[in-house]
């Protein structure tokens, strides 16, 4: 009897103990739970995009199904590294902050980053995650700051131009950009006099290059100058009527999106965004560049991107006429 009076104790103490737990956790669950905001369904439905909220984060899916890609001659699922994203959480003053990472060919690379600048987002990288990929695959790191809403309609102008056929005036334009150059005699100091910068001759190719005197820059104690990397510079091949140009460009942070926009109004090709060195301030990143076209329109592209450096105590020169 005295046995199970104590069974009867130890049941109700269980049951009492289960309740109380439970009445704690429900709450708890319910204060927890990762409830798709309105605000963020709305942002999926403009994309057209699948996409779940979990960490306070939106996440946007944006796979690349319609590639078939091989590394190194193996056959590689989209899971393997070519699913491209968007997502968003709320930062201050109640407004979102988005990043992502959009996995496009080379042919999609420089409309879907004009299309991006001119809706006022920042591209912050481009480079590539493989070697011996079949297409080439390029990876374009994206940022902005805005309602989600925004964020969305800025966008969706250049997710539009994923996975799409290419518009015709965009395939003509590739496809006079990668015709041969036509050797023959560039007027270099004519090049030199449009960038502001003289230049030197080493073969077929005229090379202008321009230190960052104005960023101070030392690594480990030592002074990292033009001699150094810490340069912008172009090189010229081919003829006054039909040139190509190749270059790196060092900006600072804040110089990066102006550089992008200056690039691509004239029509040059970005073909990279990186660092080259770690731990190092100022943060210094440098732009690989490419294009084609007569002479005089590629220096004056370079120049254009030029400009928007900051250089008050640099050594740059403006040659007369």
Not at 133 to 151: A, I, K, N, R, S
Not at 285 to 309: C, D, M, Q, S
């Amino acid at each position: 009897m005295k046995g199970t009076n104590m069974n009867n104790a130890l049941l109700r103490w269980f049951v009492v103990f289960t309740i109380a737990t439970i009445a704690n956790i429900i709450p708890f669950a319910l204060t927890h739970a990762q409830v798709m905001p309105k605000d963020y369904q709305e942002v999926i439905d403009v994309l057209g995009k699948k996409g779940d909220f979990k960490d306070s984060v939106l996440k946007v899916n944006i796979p690349r199904n319609d590639l078939k890609v091989t590394v190194a001659g193996v056959e590689t699922p989209t899971p393997f590294g070519f699913g491209g994203w968007l997502a968003m959480t709320r930062g201050d003053h109640n407004l979102d902050v988005m990043m992502g990472d959009l996995v496009l060919l080379q042919d999609e690379v420089n409309p879907v980053m004009s299309a991006l600048l001119e809706n006022g987002l920042e591209v912050t990288a481009l480079h590539n995650h493989f070697f011996w990929d079949d297409p080439h695959v390029y990876f374009m790191h994206v940022h902005g700051h805005g309602t989600p809403m925004e964020l969305a309609q800025k966008v969706k102008k250049a997710i539009d131009l994923i996975g799409k056929d290419i518009p015709a005036d965009i395939k003509q334009k590739n496809m006079d950009a990668n015709r041969a150059t036509v050797p023959g005699k560039l007027n270099t100091g004519k090049l030199a006099q449009i960038v502001g910068h003289d230049g030197e001759q080493n073969g077929a190719v005229f090379k202008i290059t321009i230190g960052r005197n104005d960023v101070k820059l030392k690594e480990m104690g030592a002074v990292i100058n033009a001699r150094m990397g810490l340069n912008t510079w172009a090189a010229f091949l081919g003829s006054d009527e039909n040139a190509a140009i190749a270059g790196d460009v060092a900006m600072l942070e804040g110089e990066v999106t102006p550089v992008l926009k200056a690039l691509r109004a004239a029509g040059l090709n970005v073909v990279a965004i990186h660092h080259h060195m770690t731990g190092s301030r100022p943060m210094v990143i440098f732009l690989h560049y490419w294009g084609t076209g007569p002479a005089e329109k590629l220096a004056a592209g370079f120049r254009a991107a030029v400009n928007e450096l900051e250089r008050p105590t640099s050594k740059m020169k403006d040659i007369e006429e």
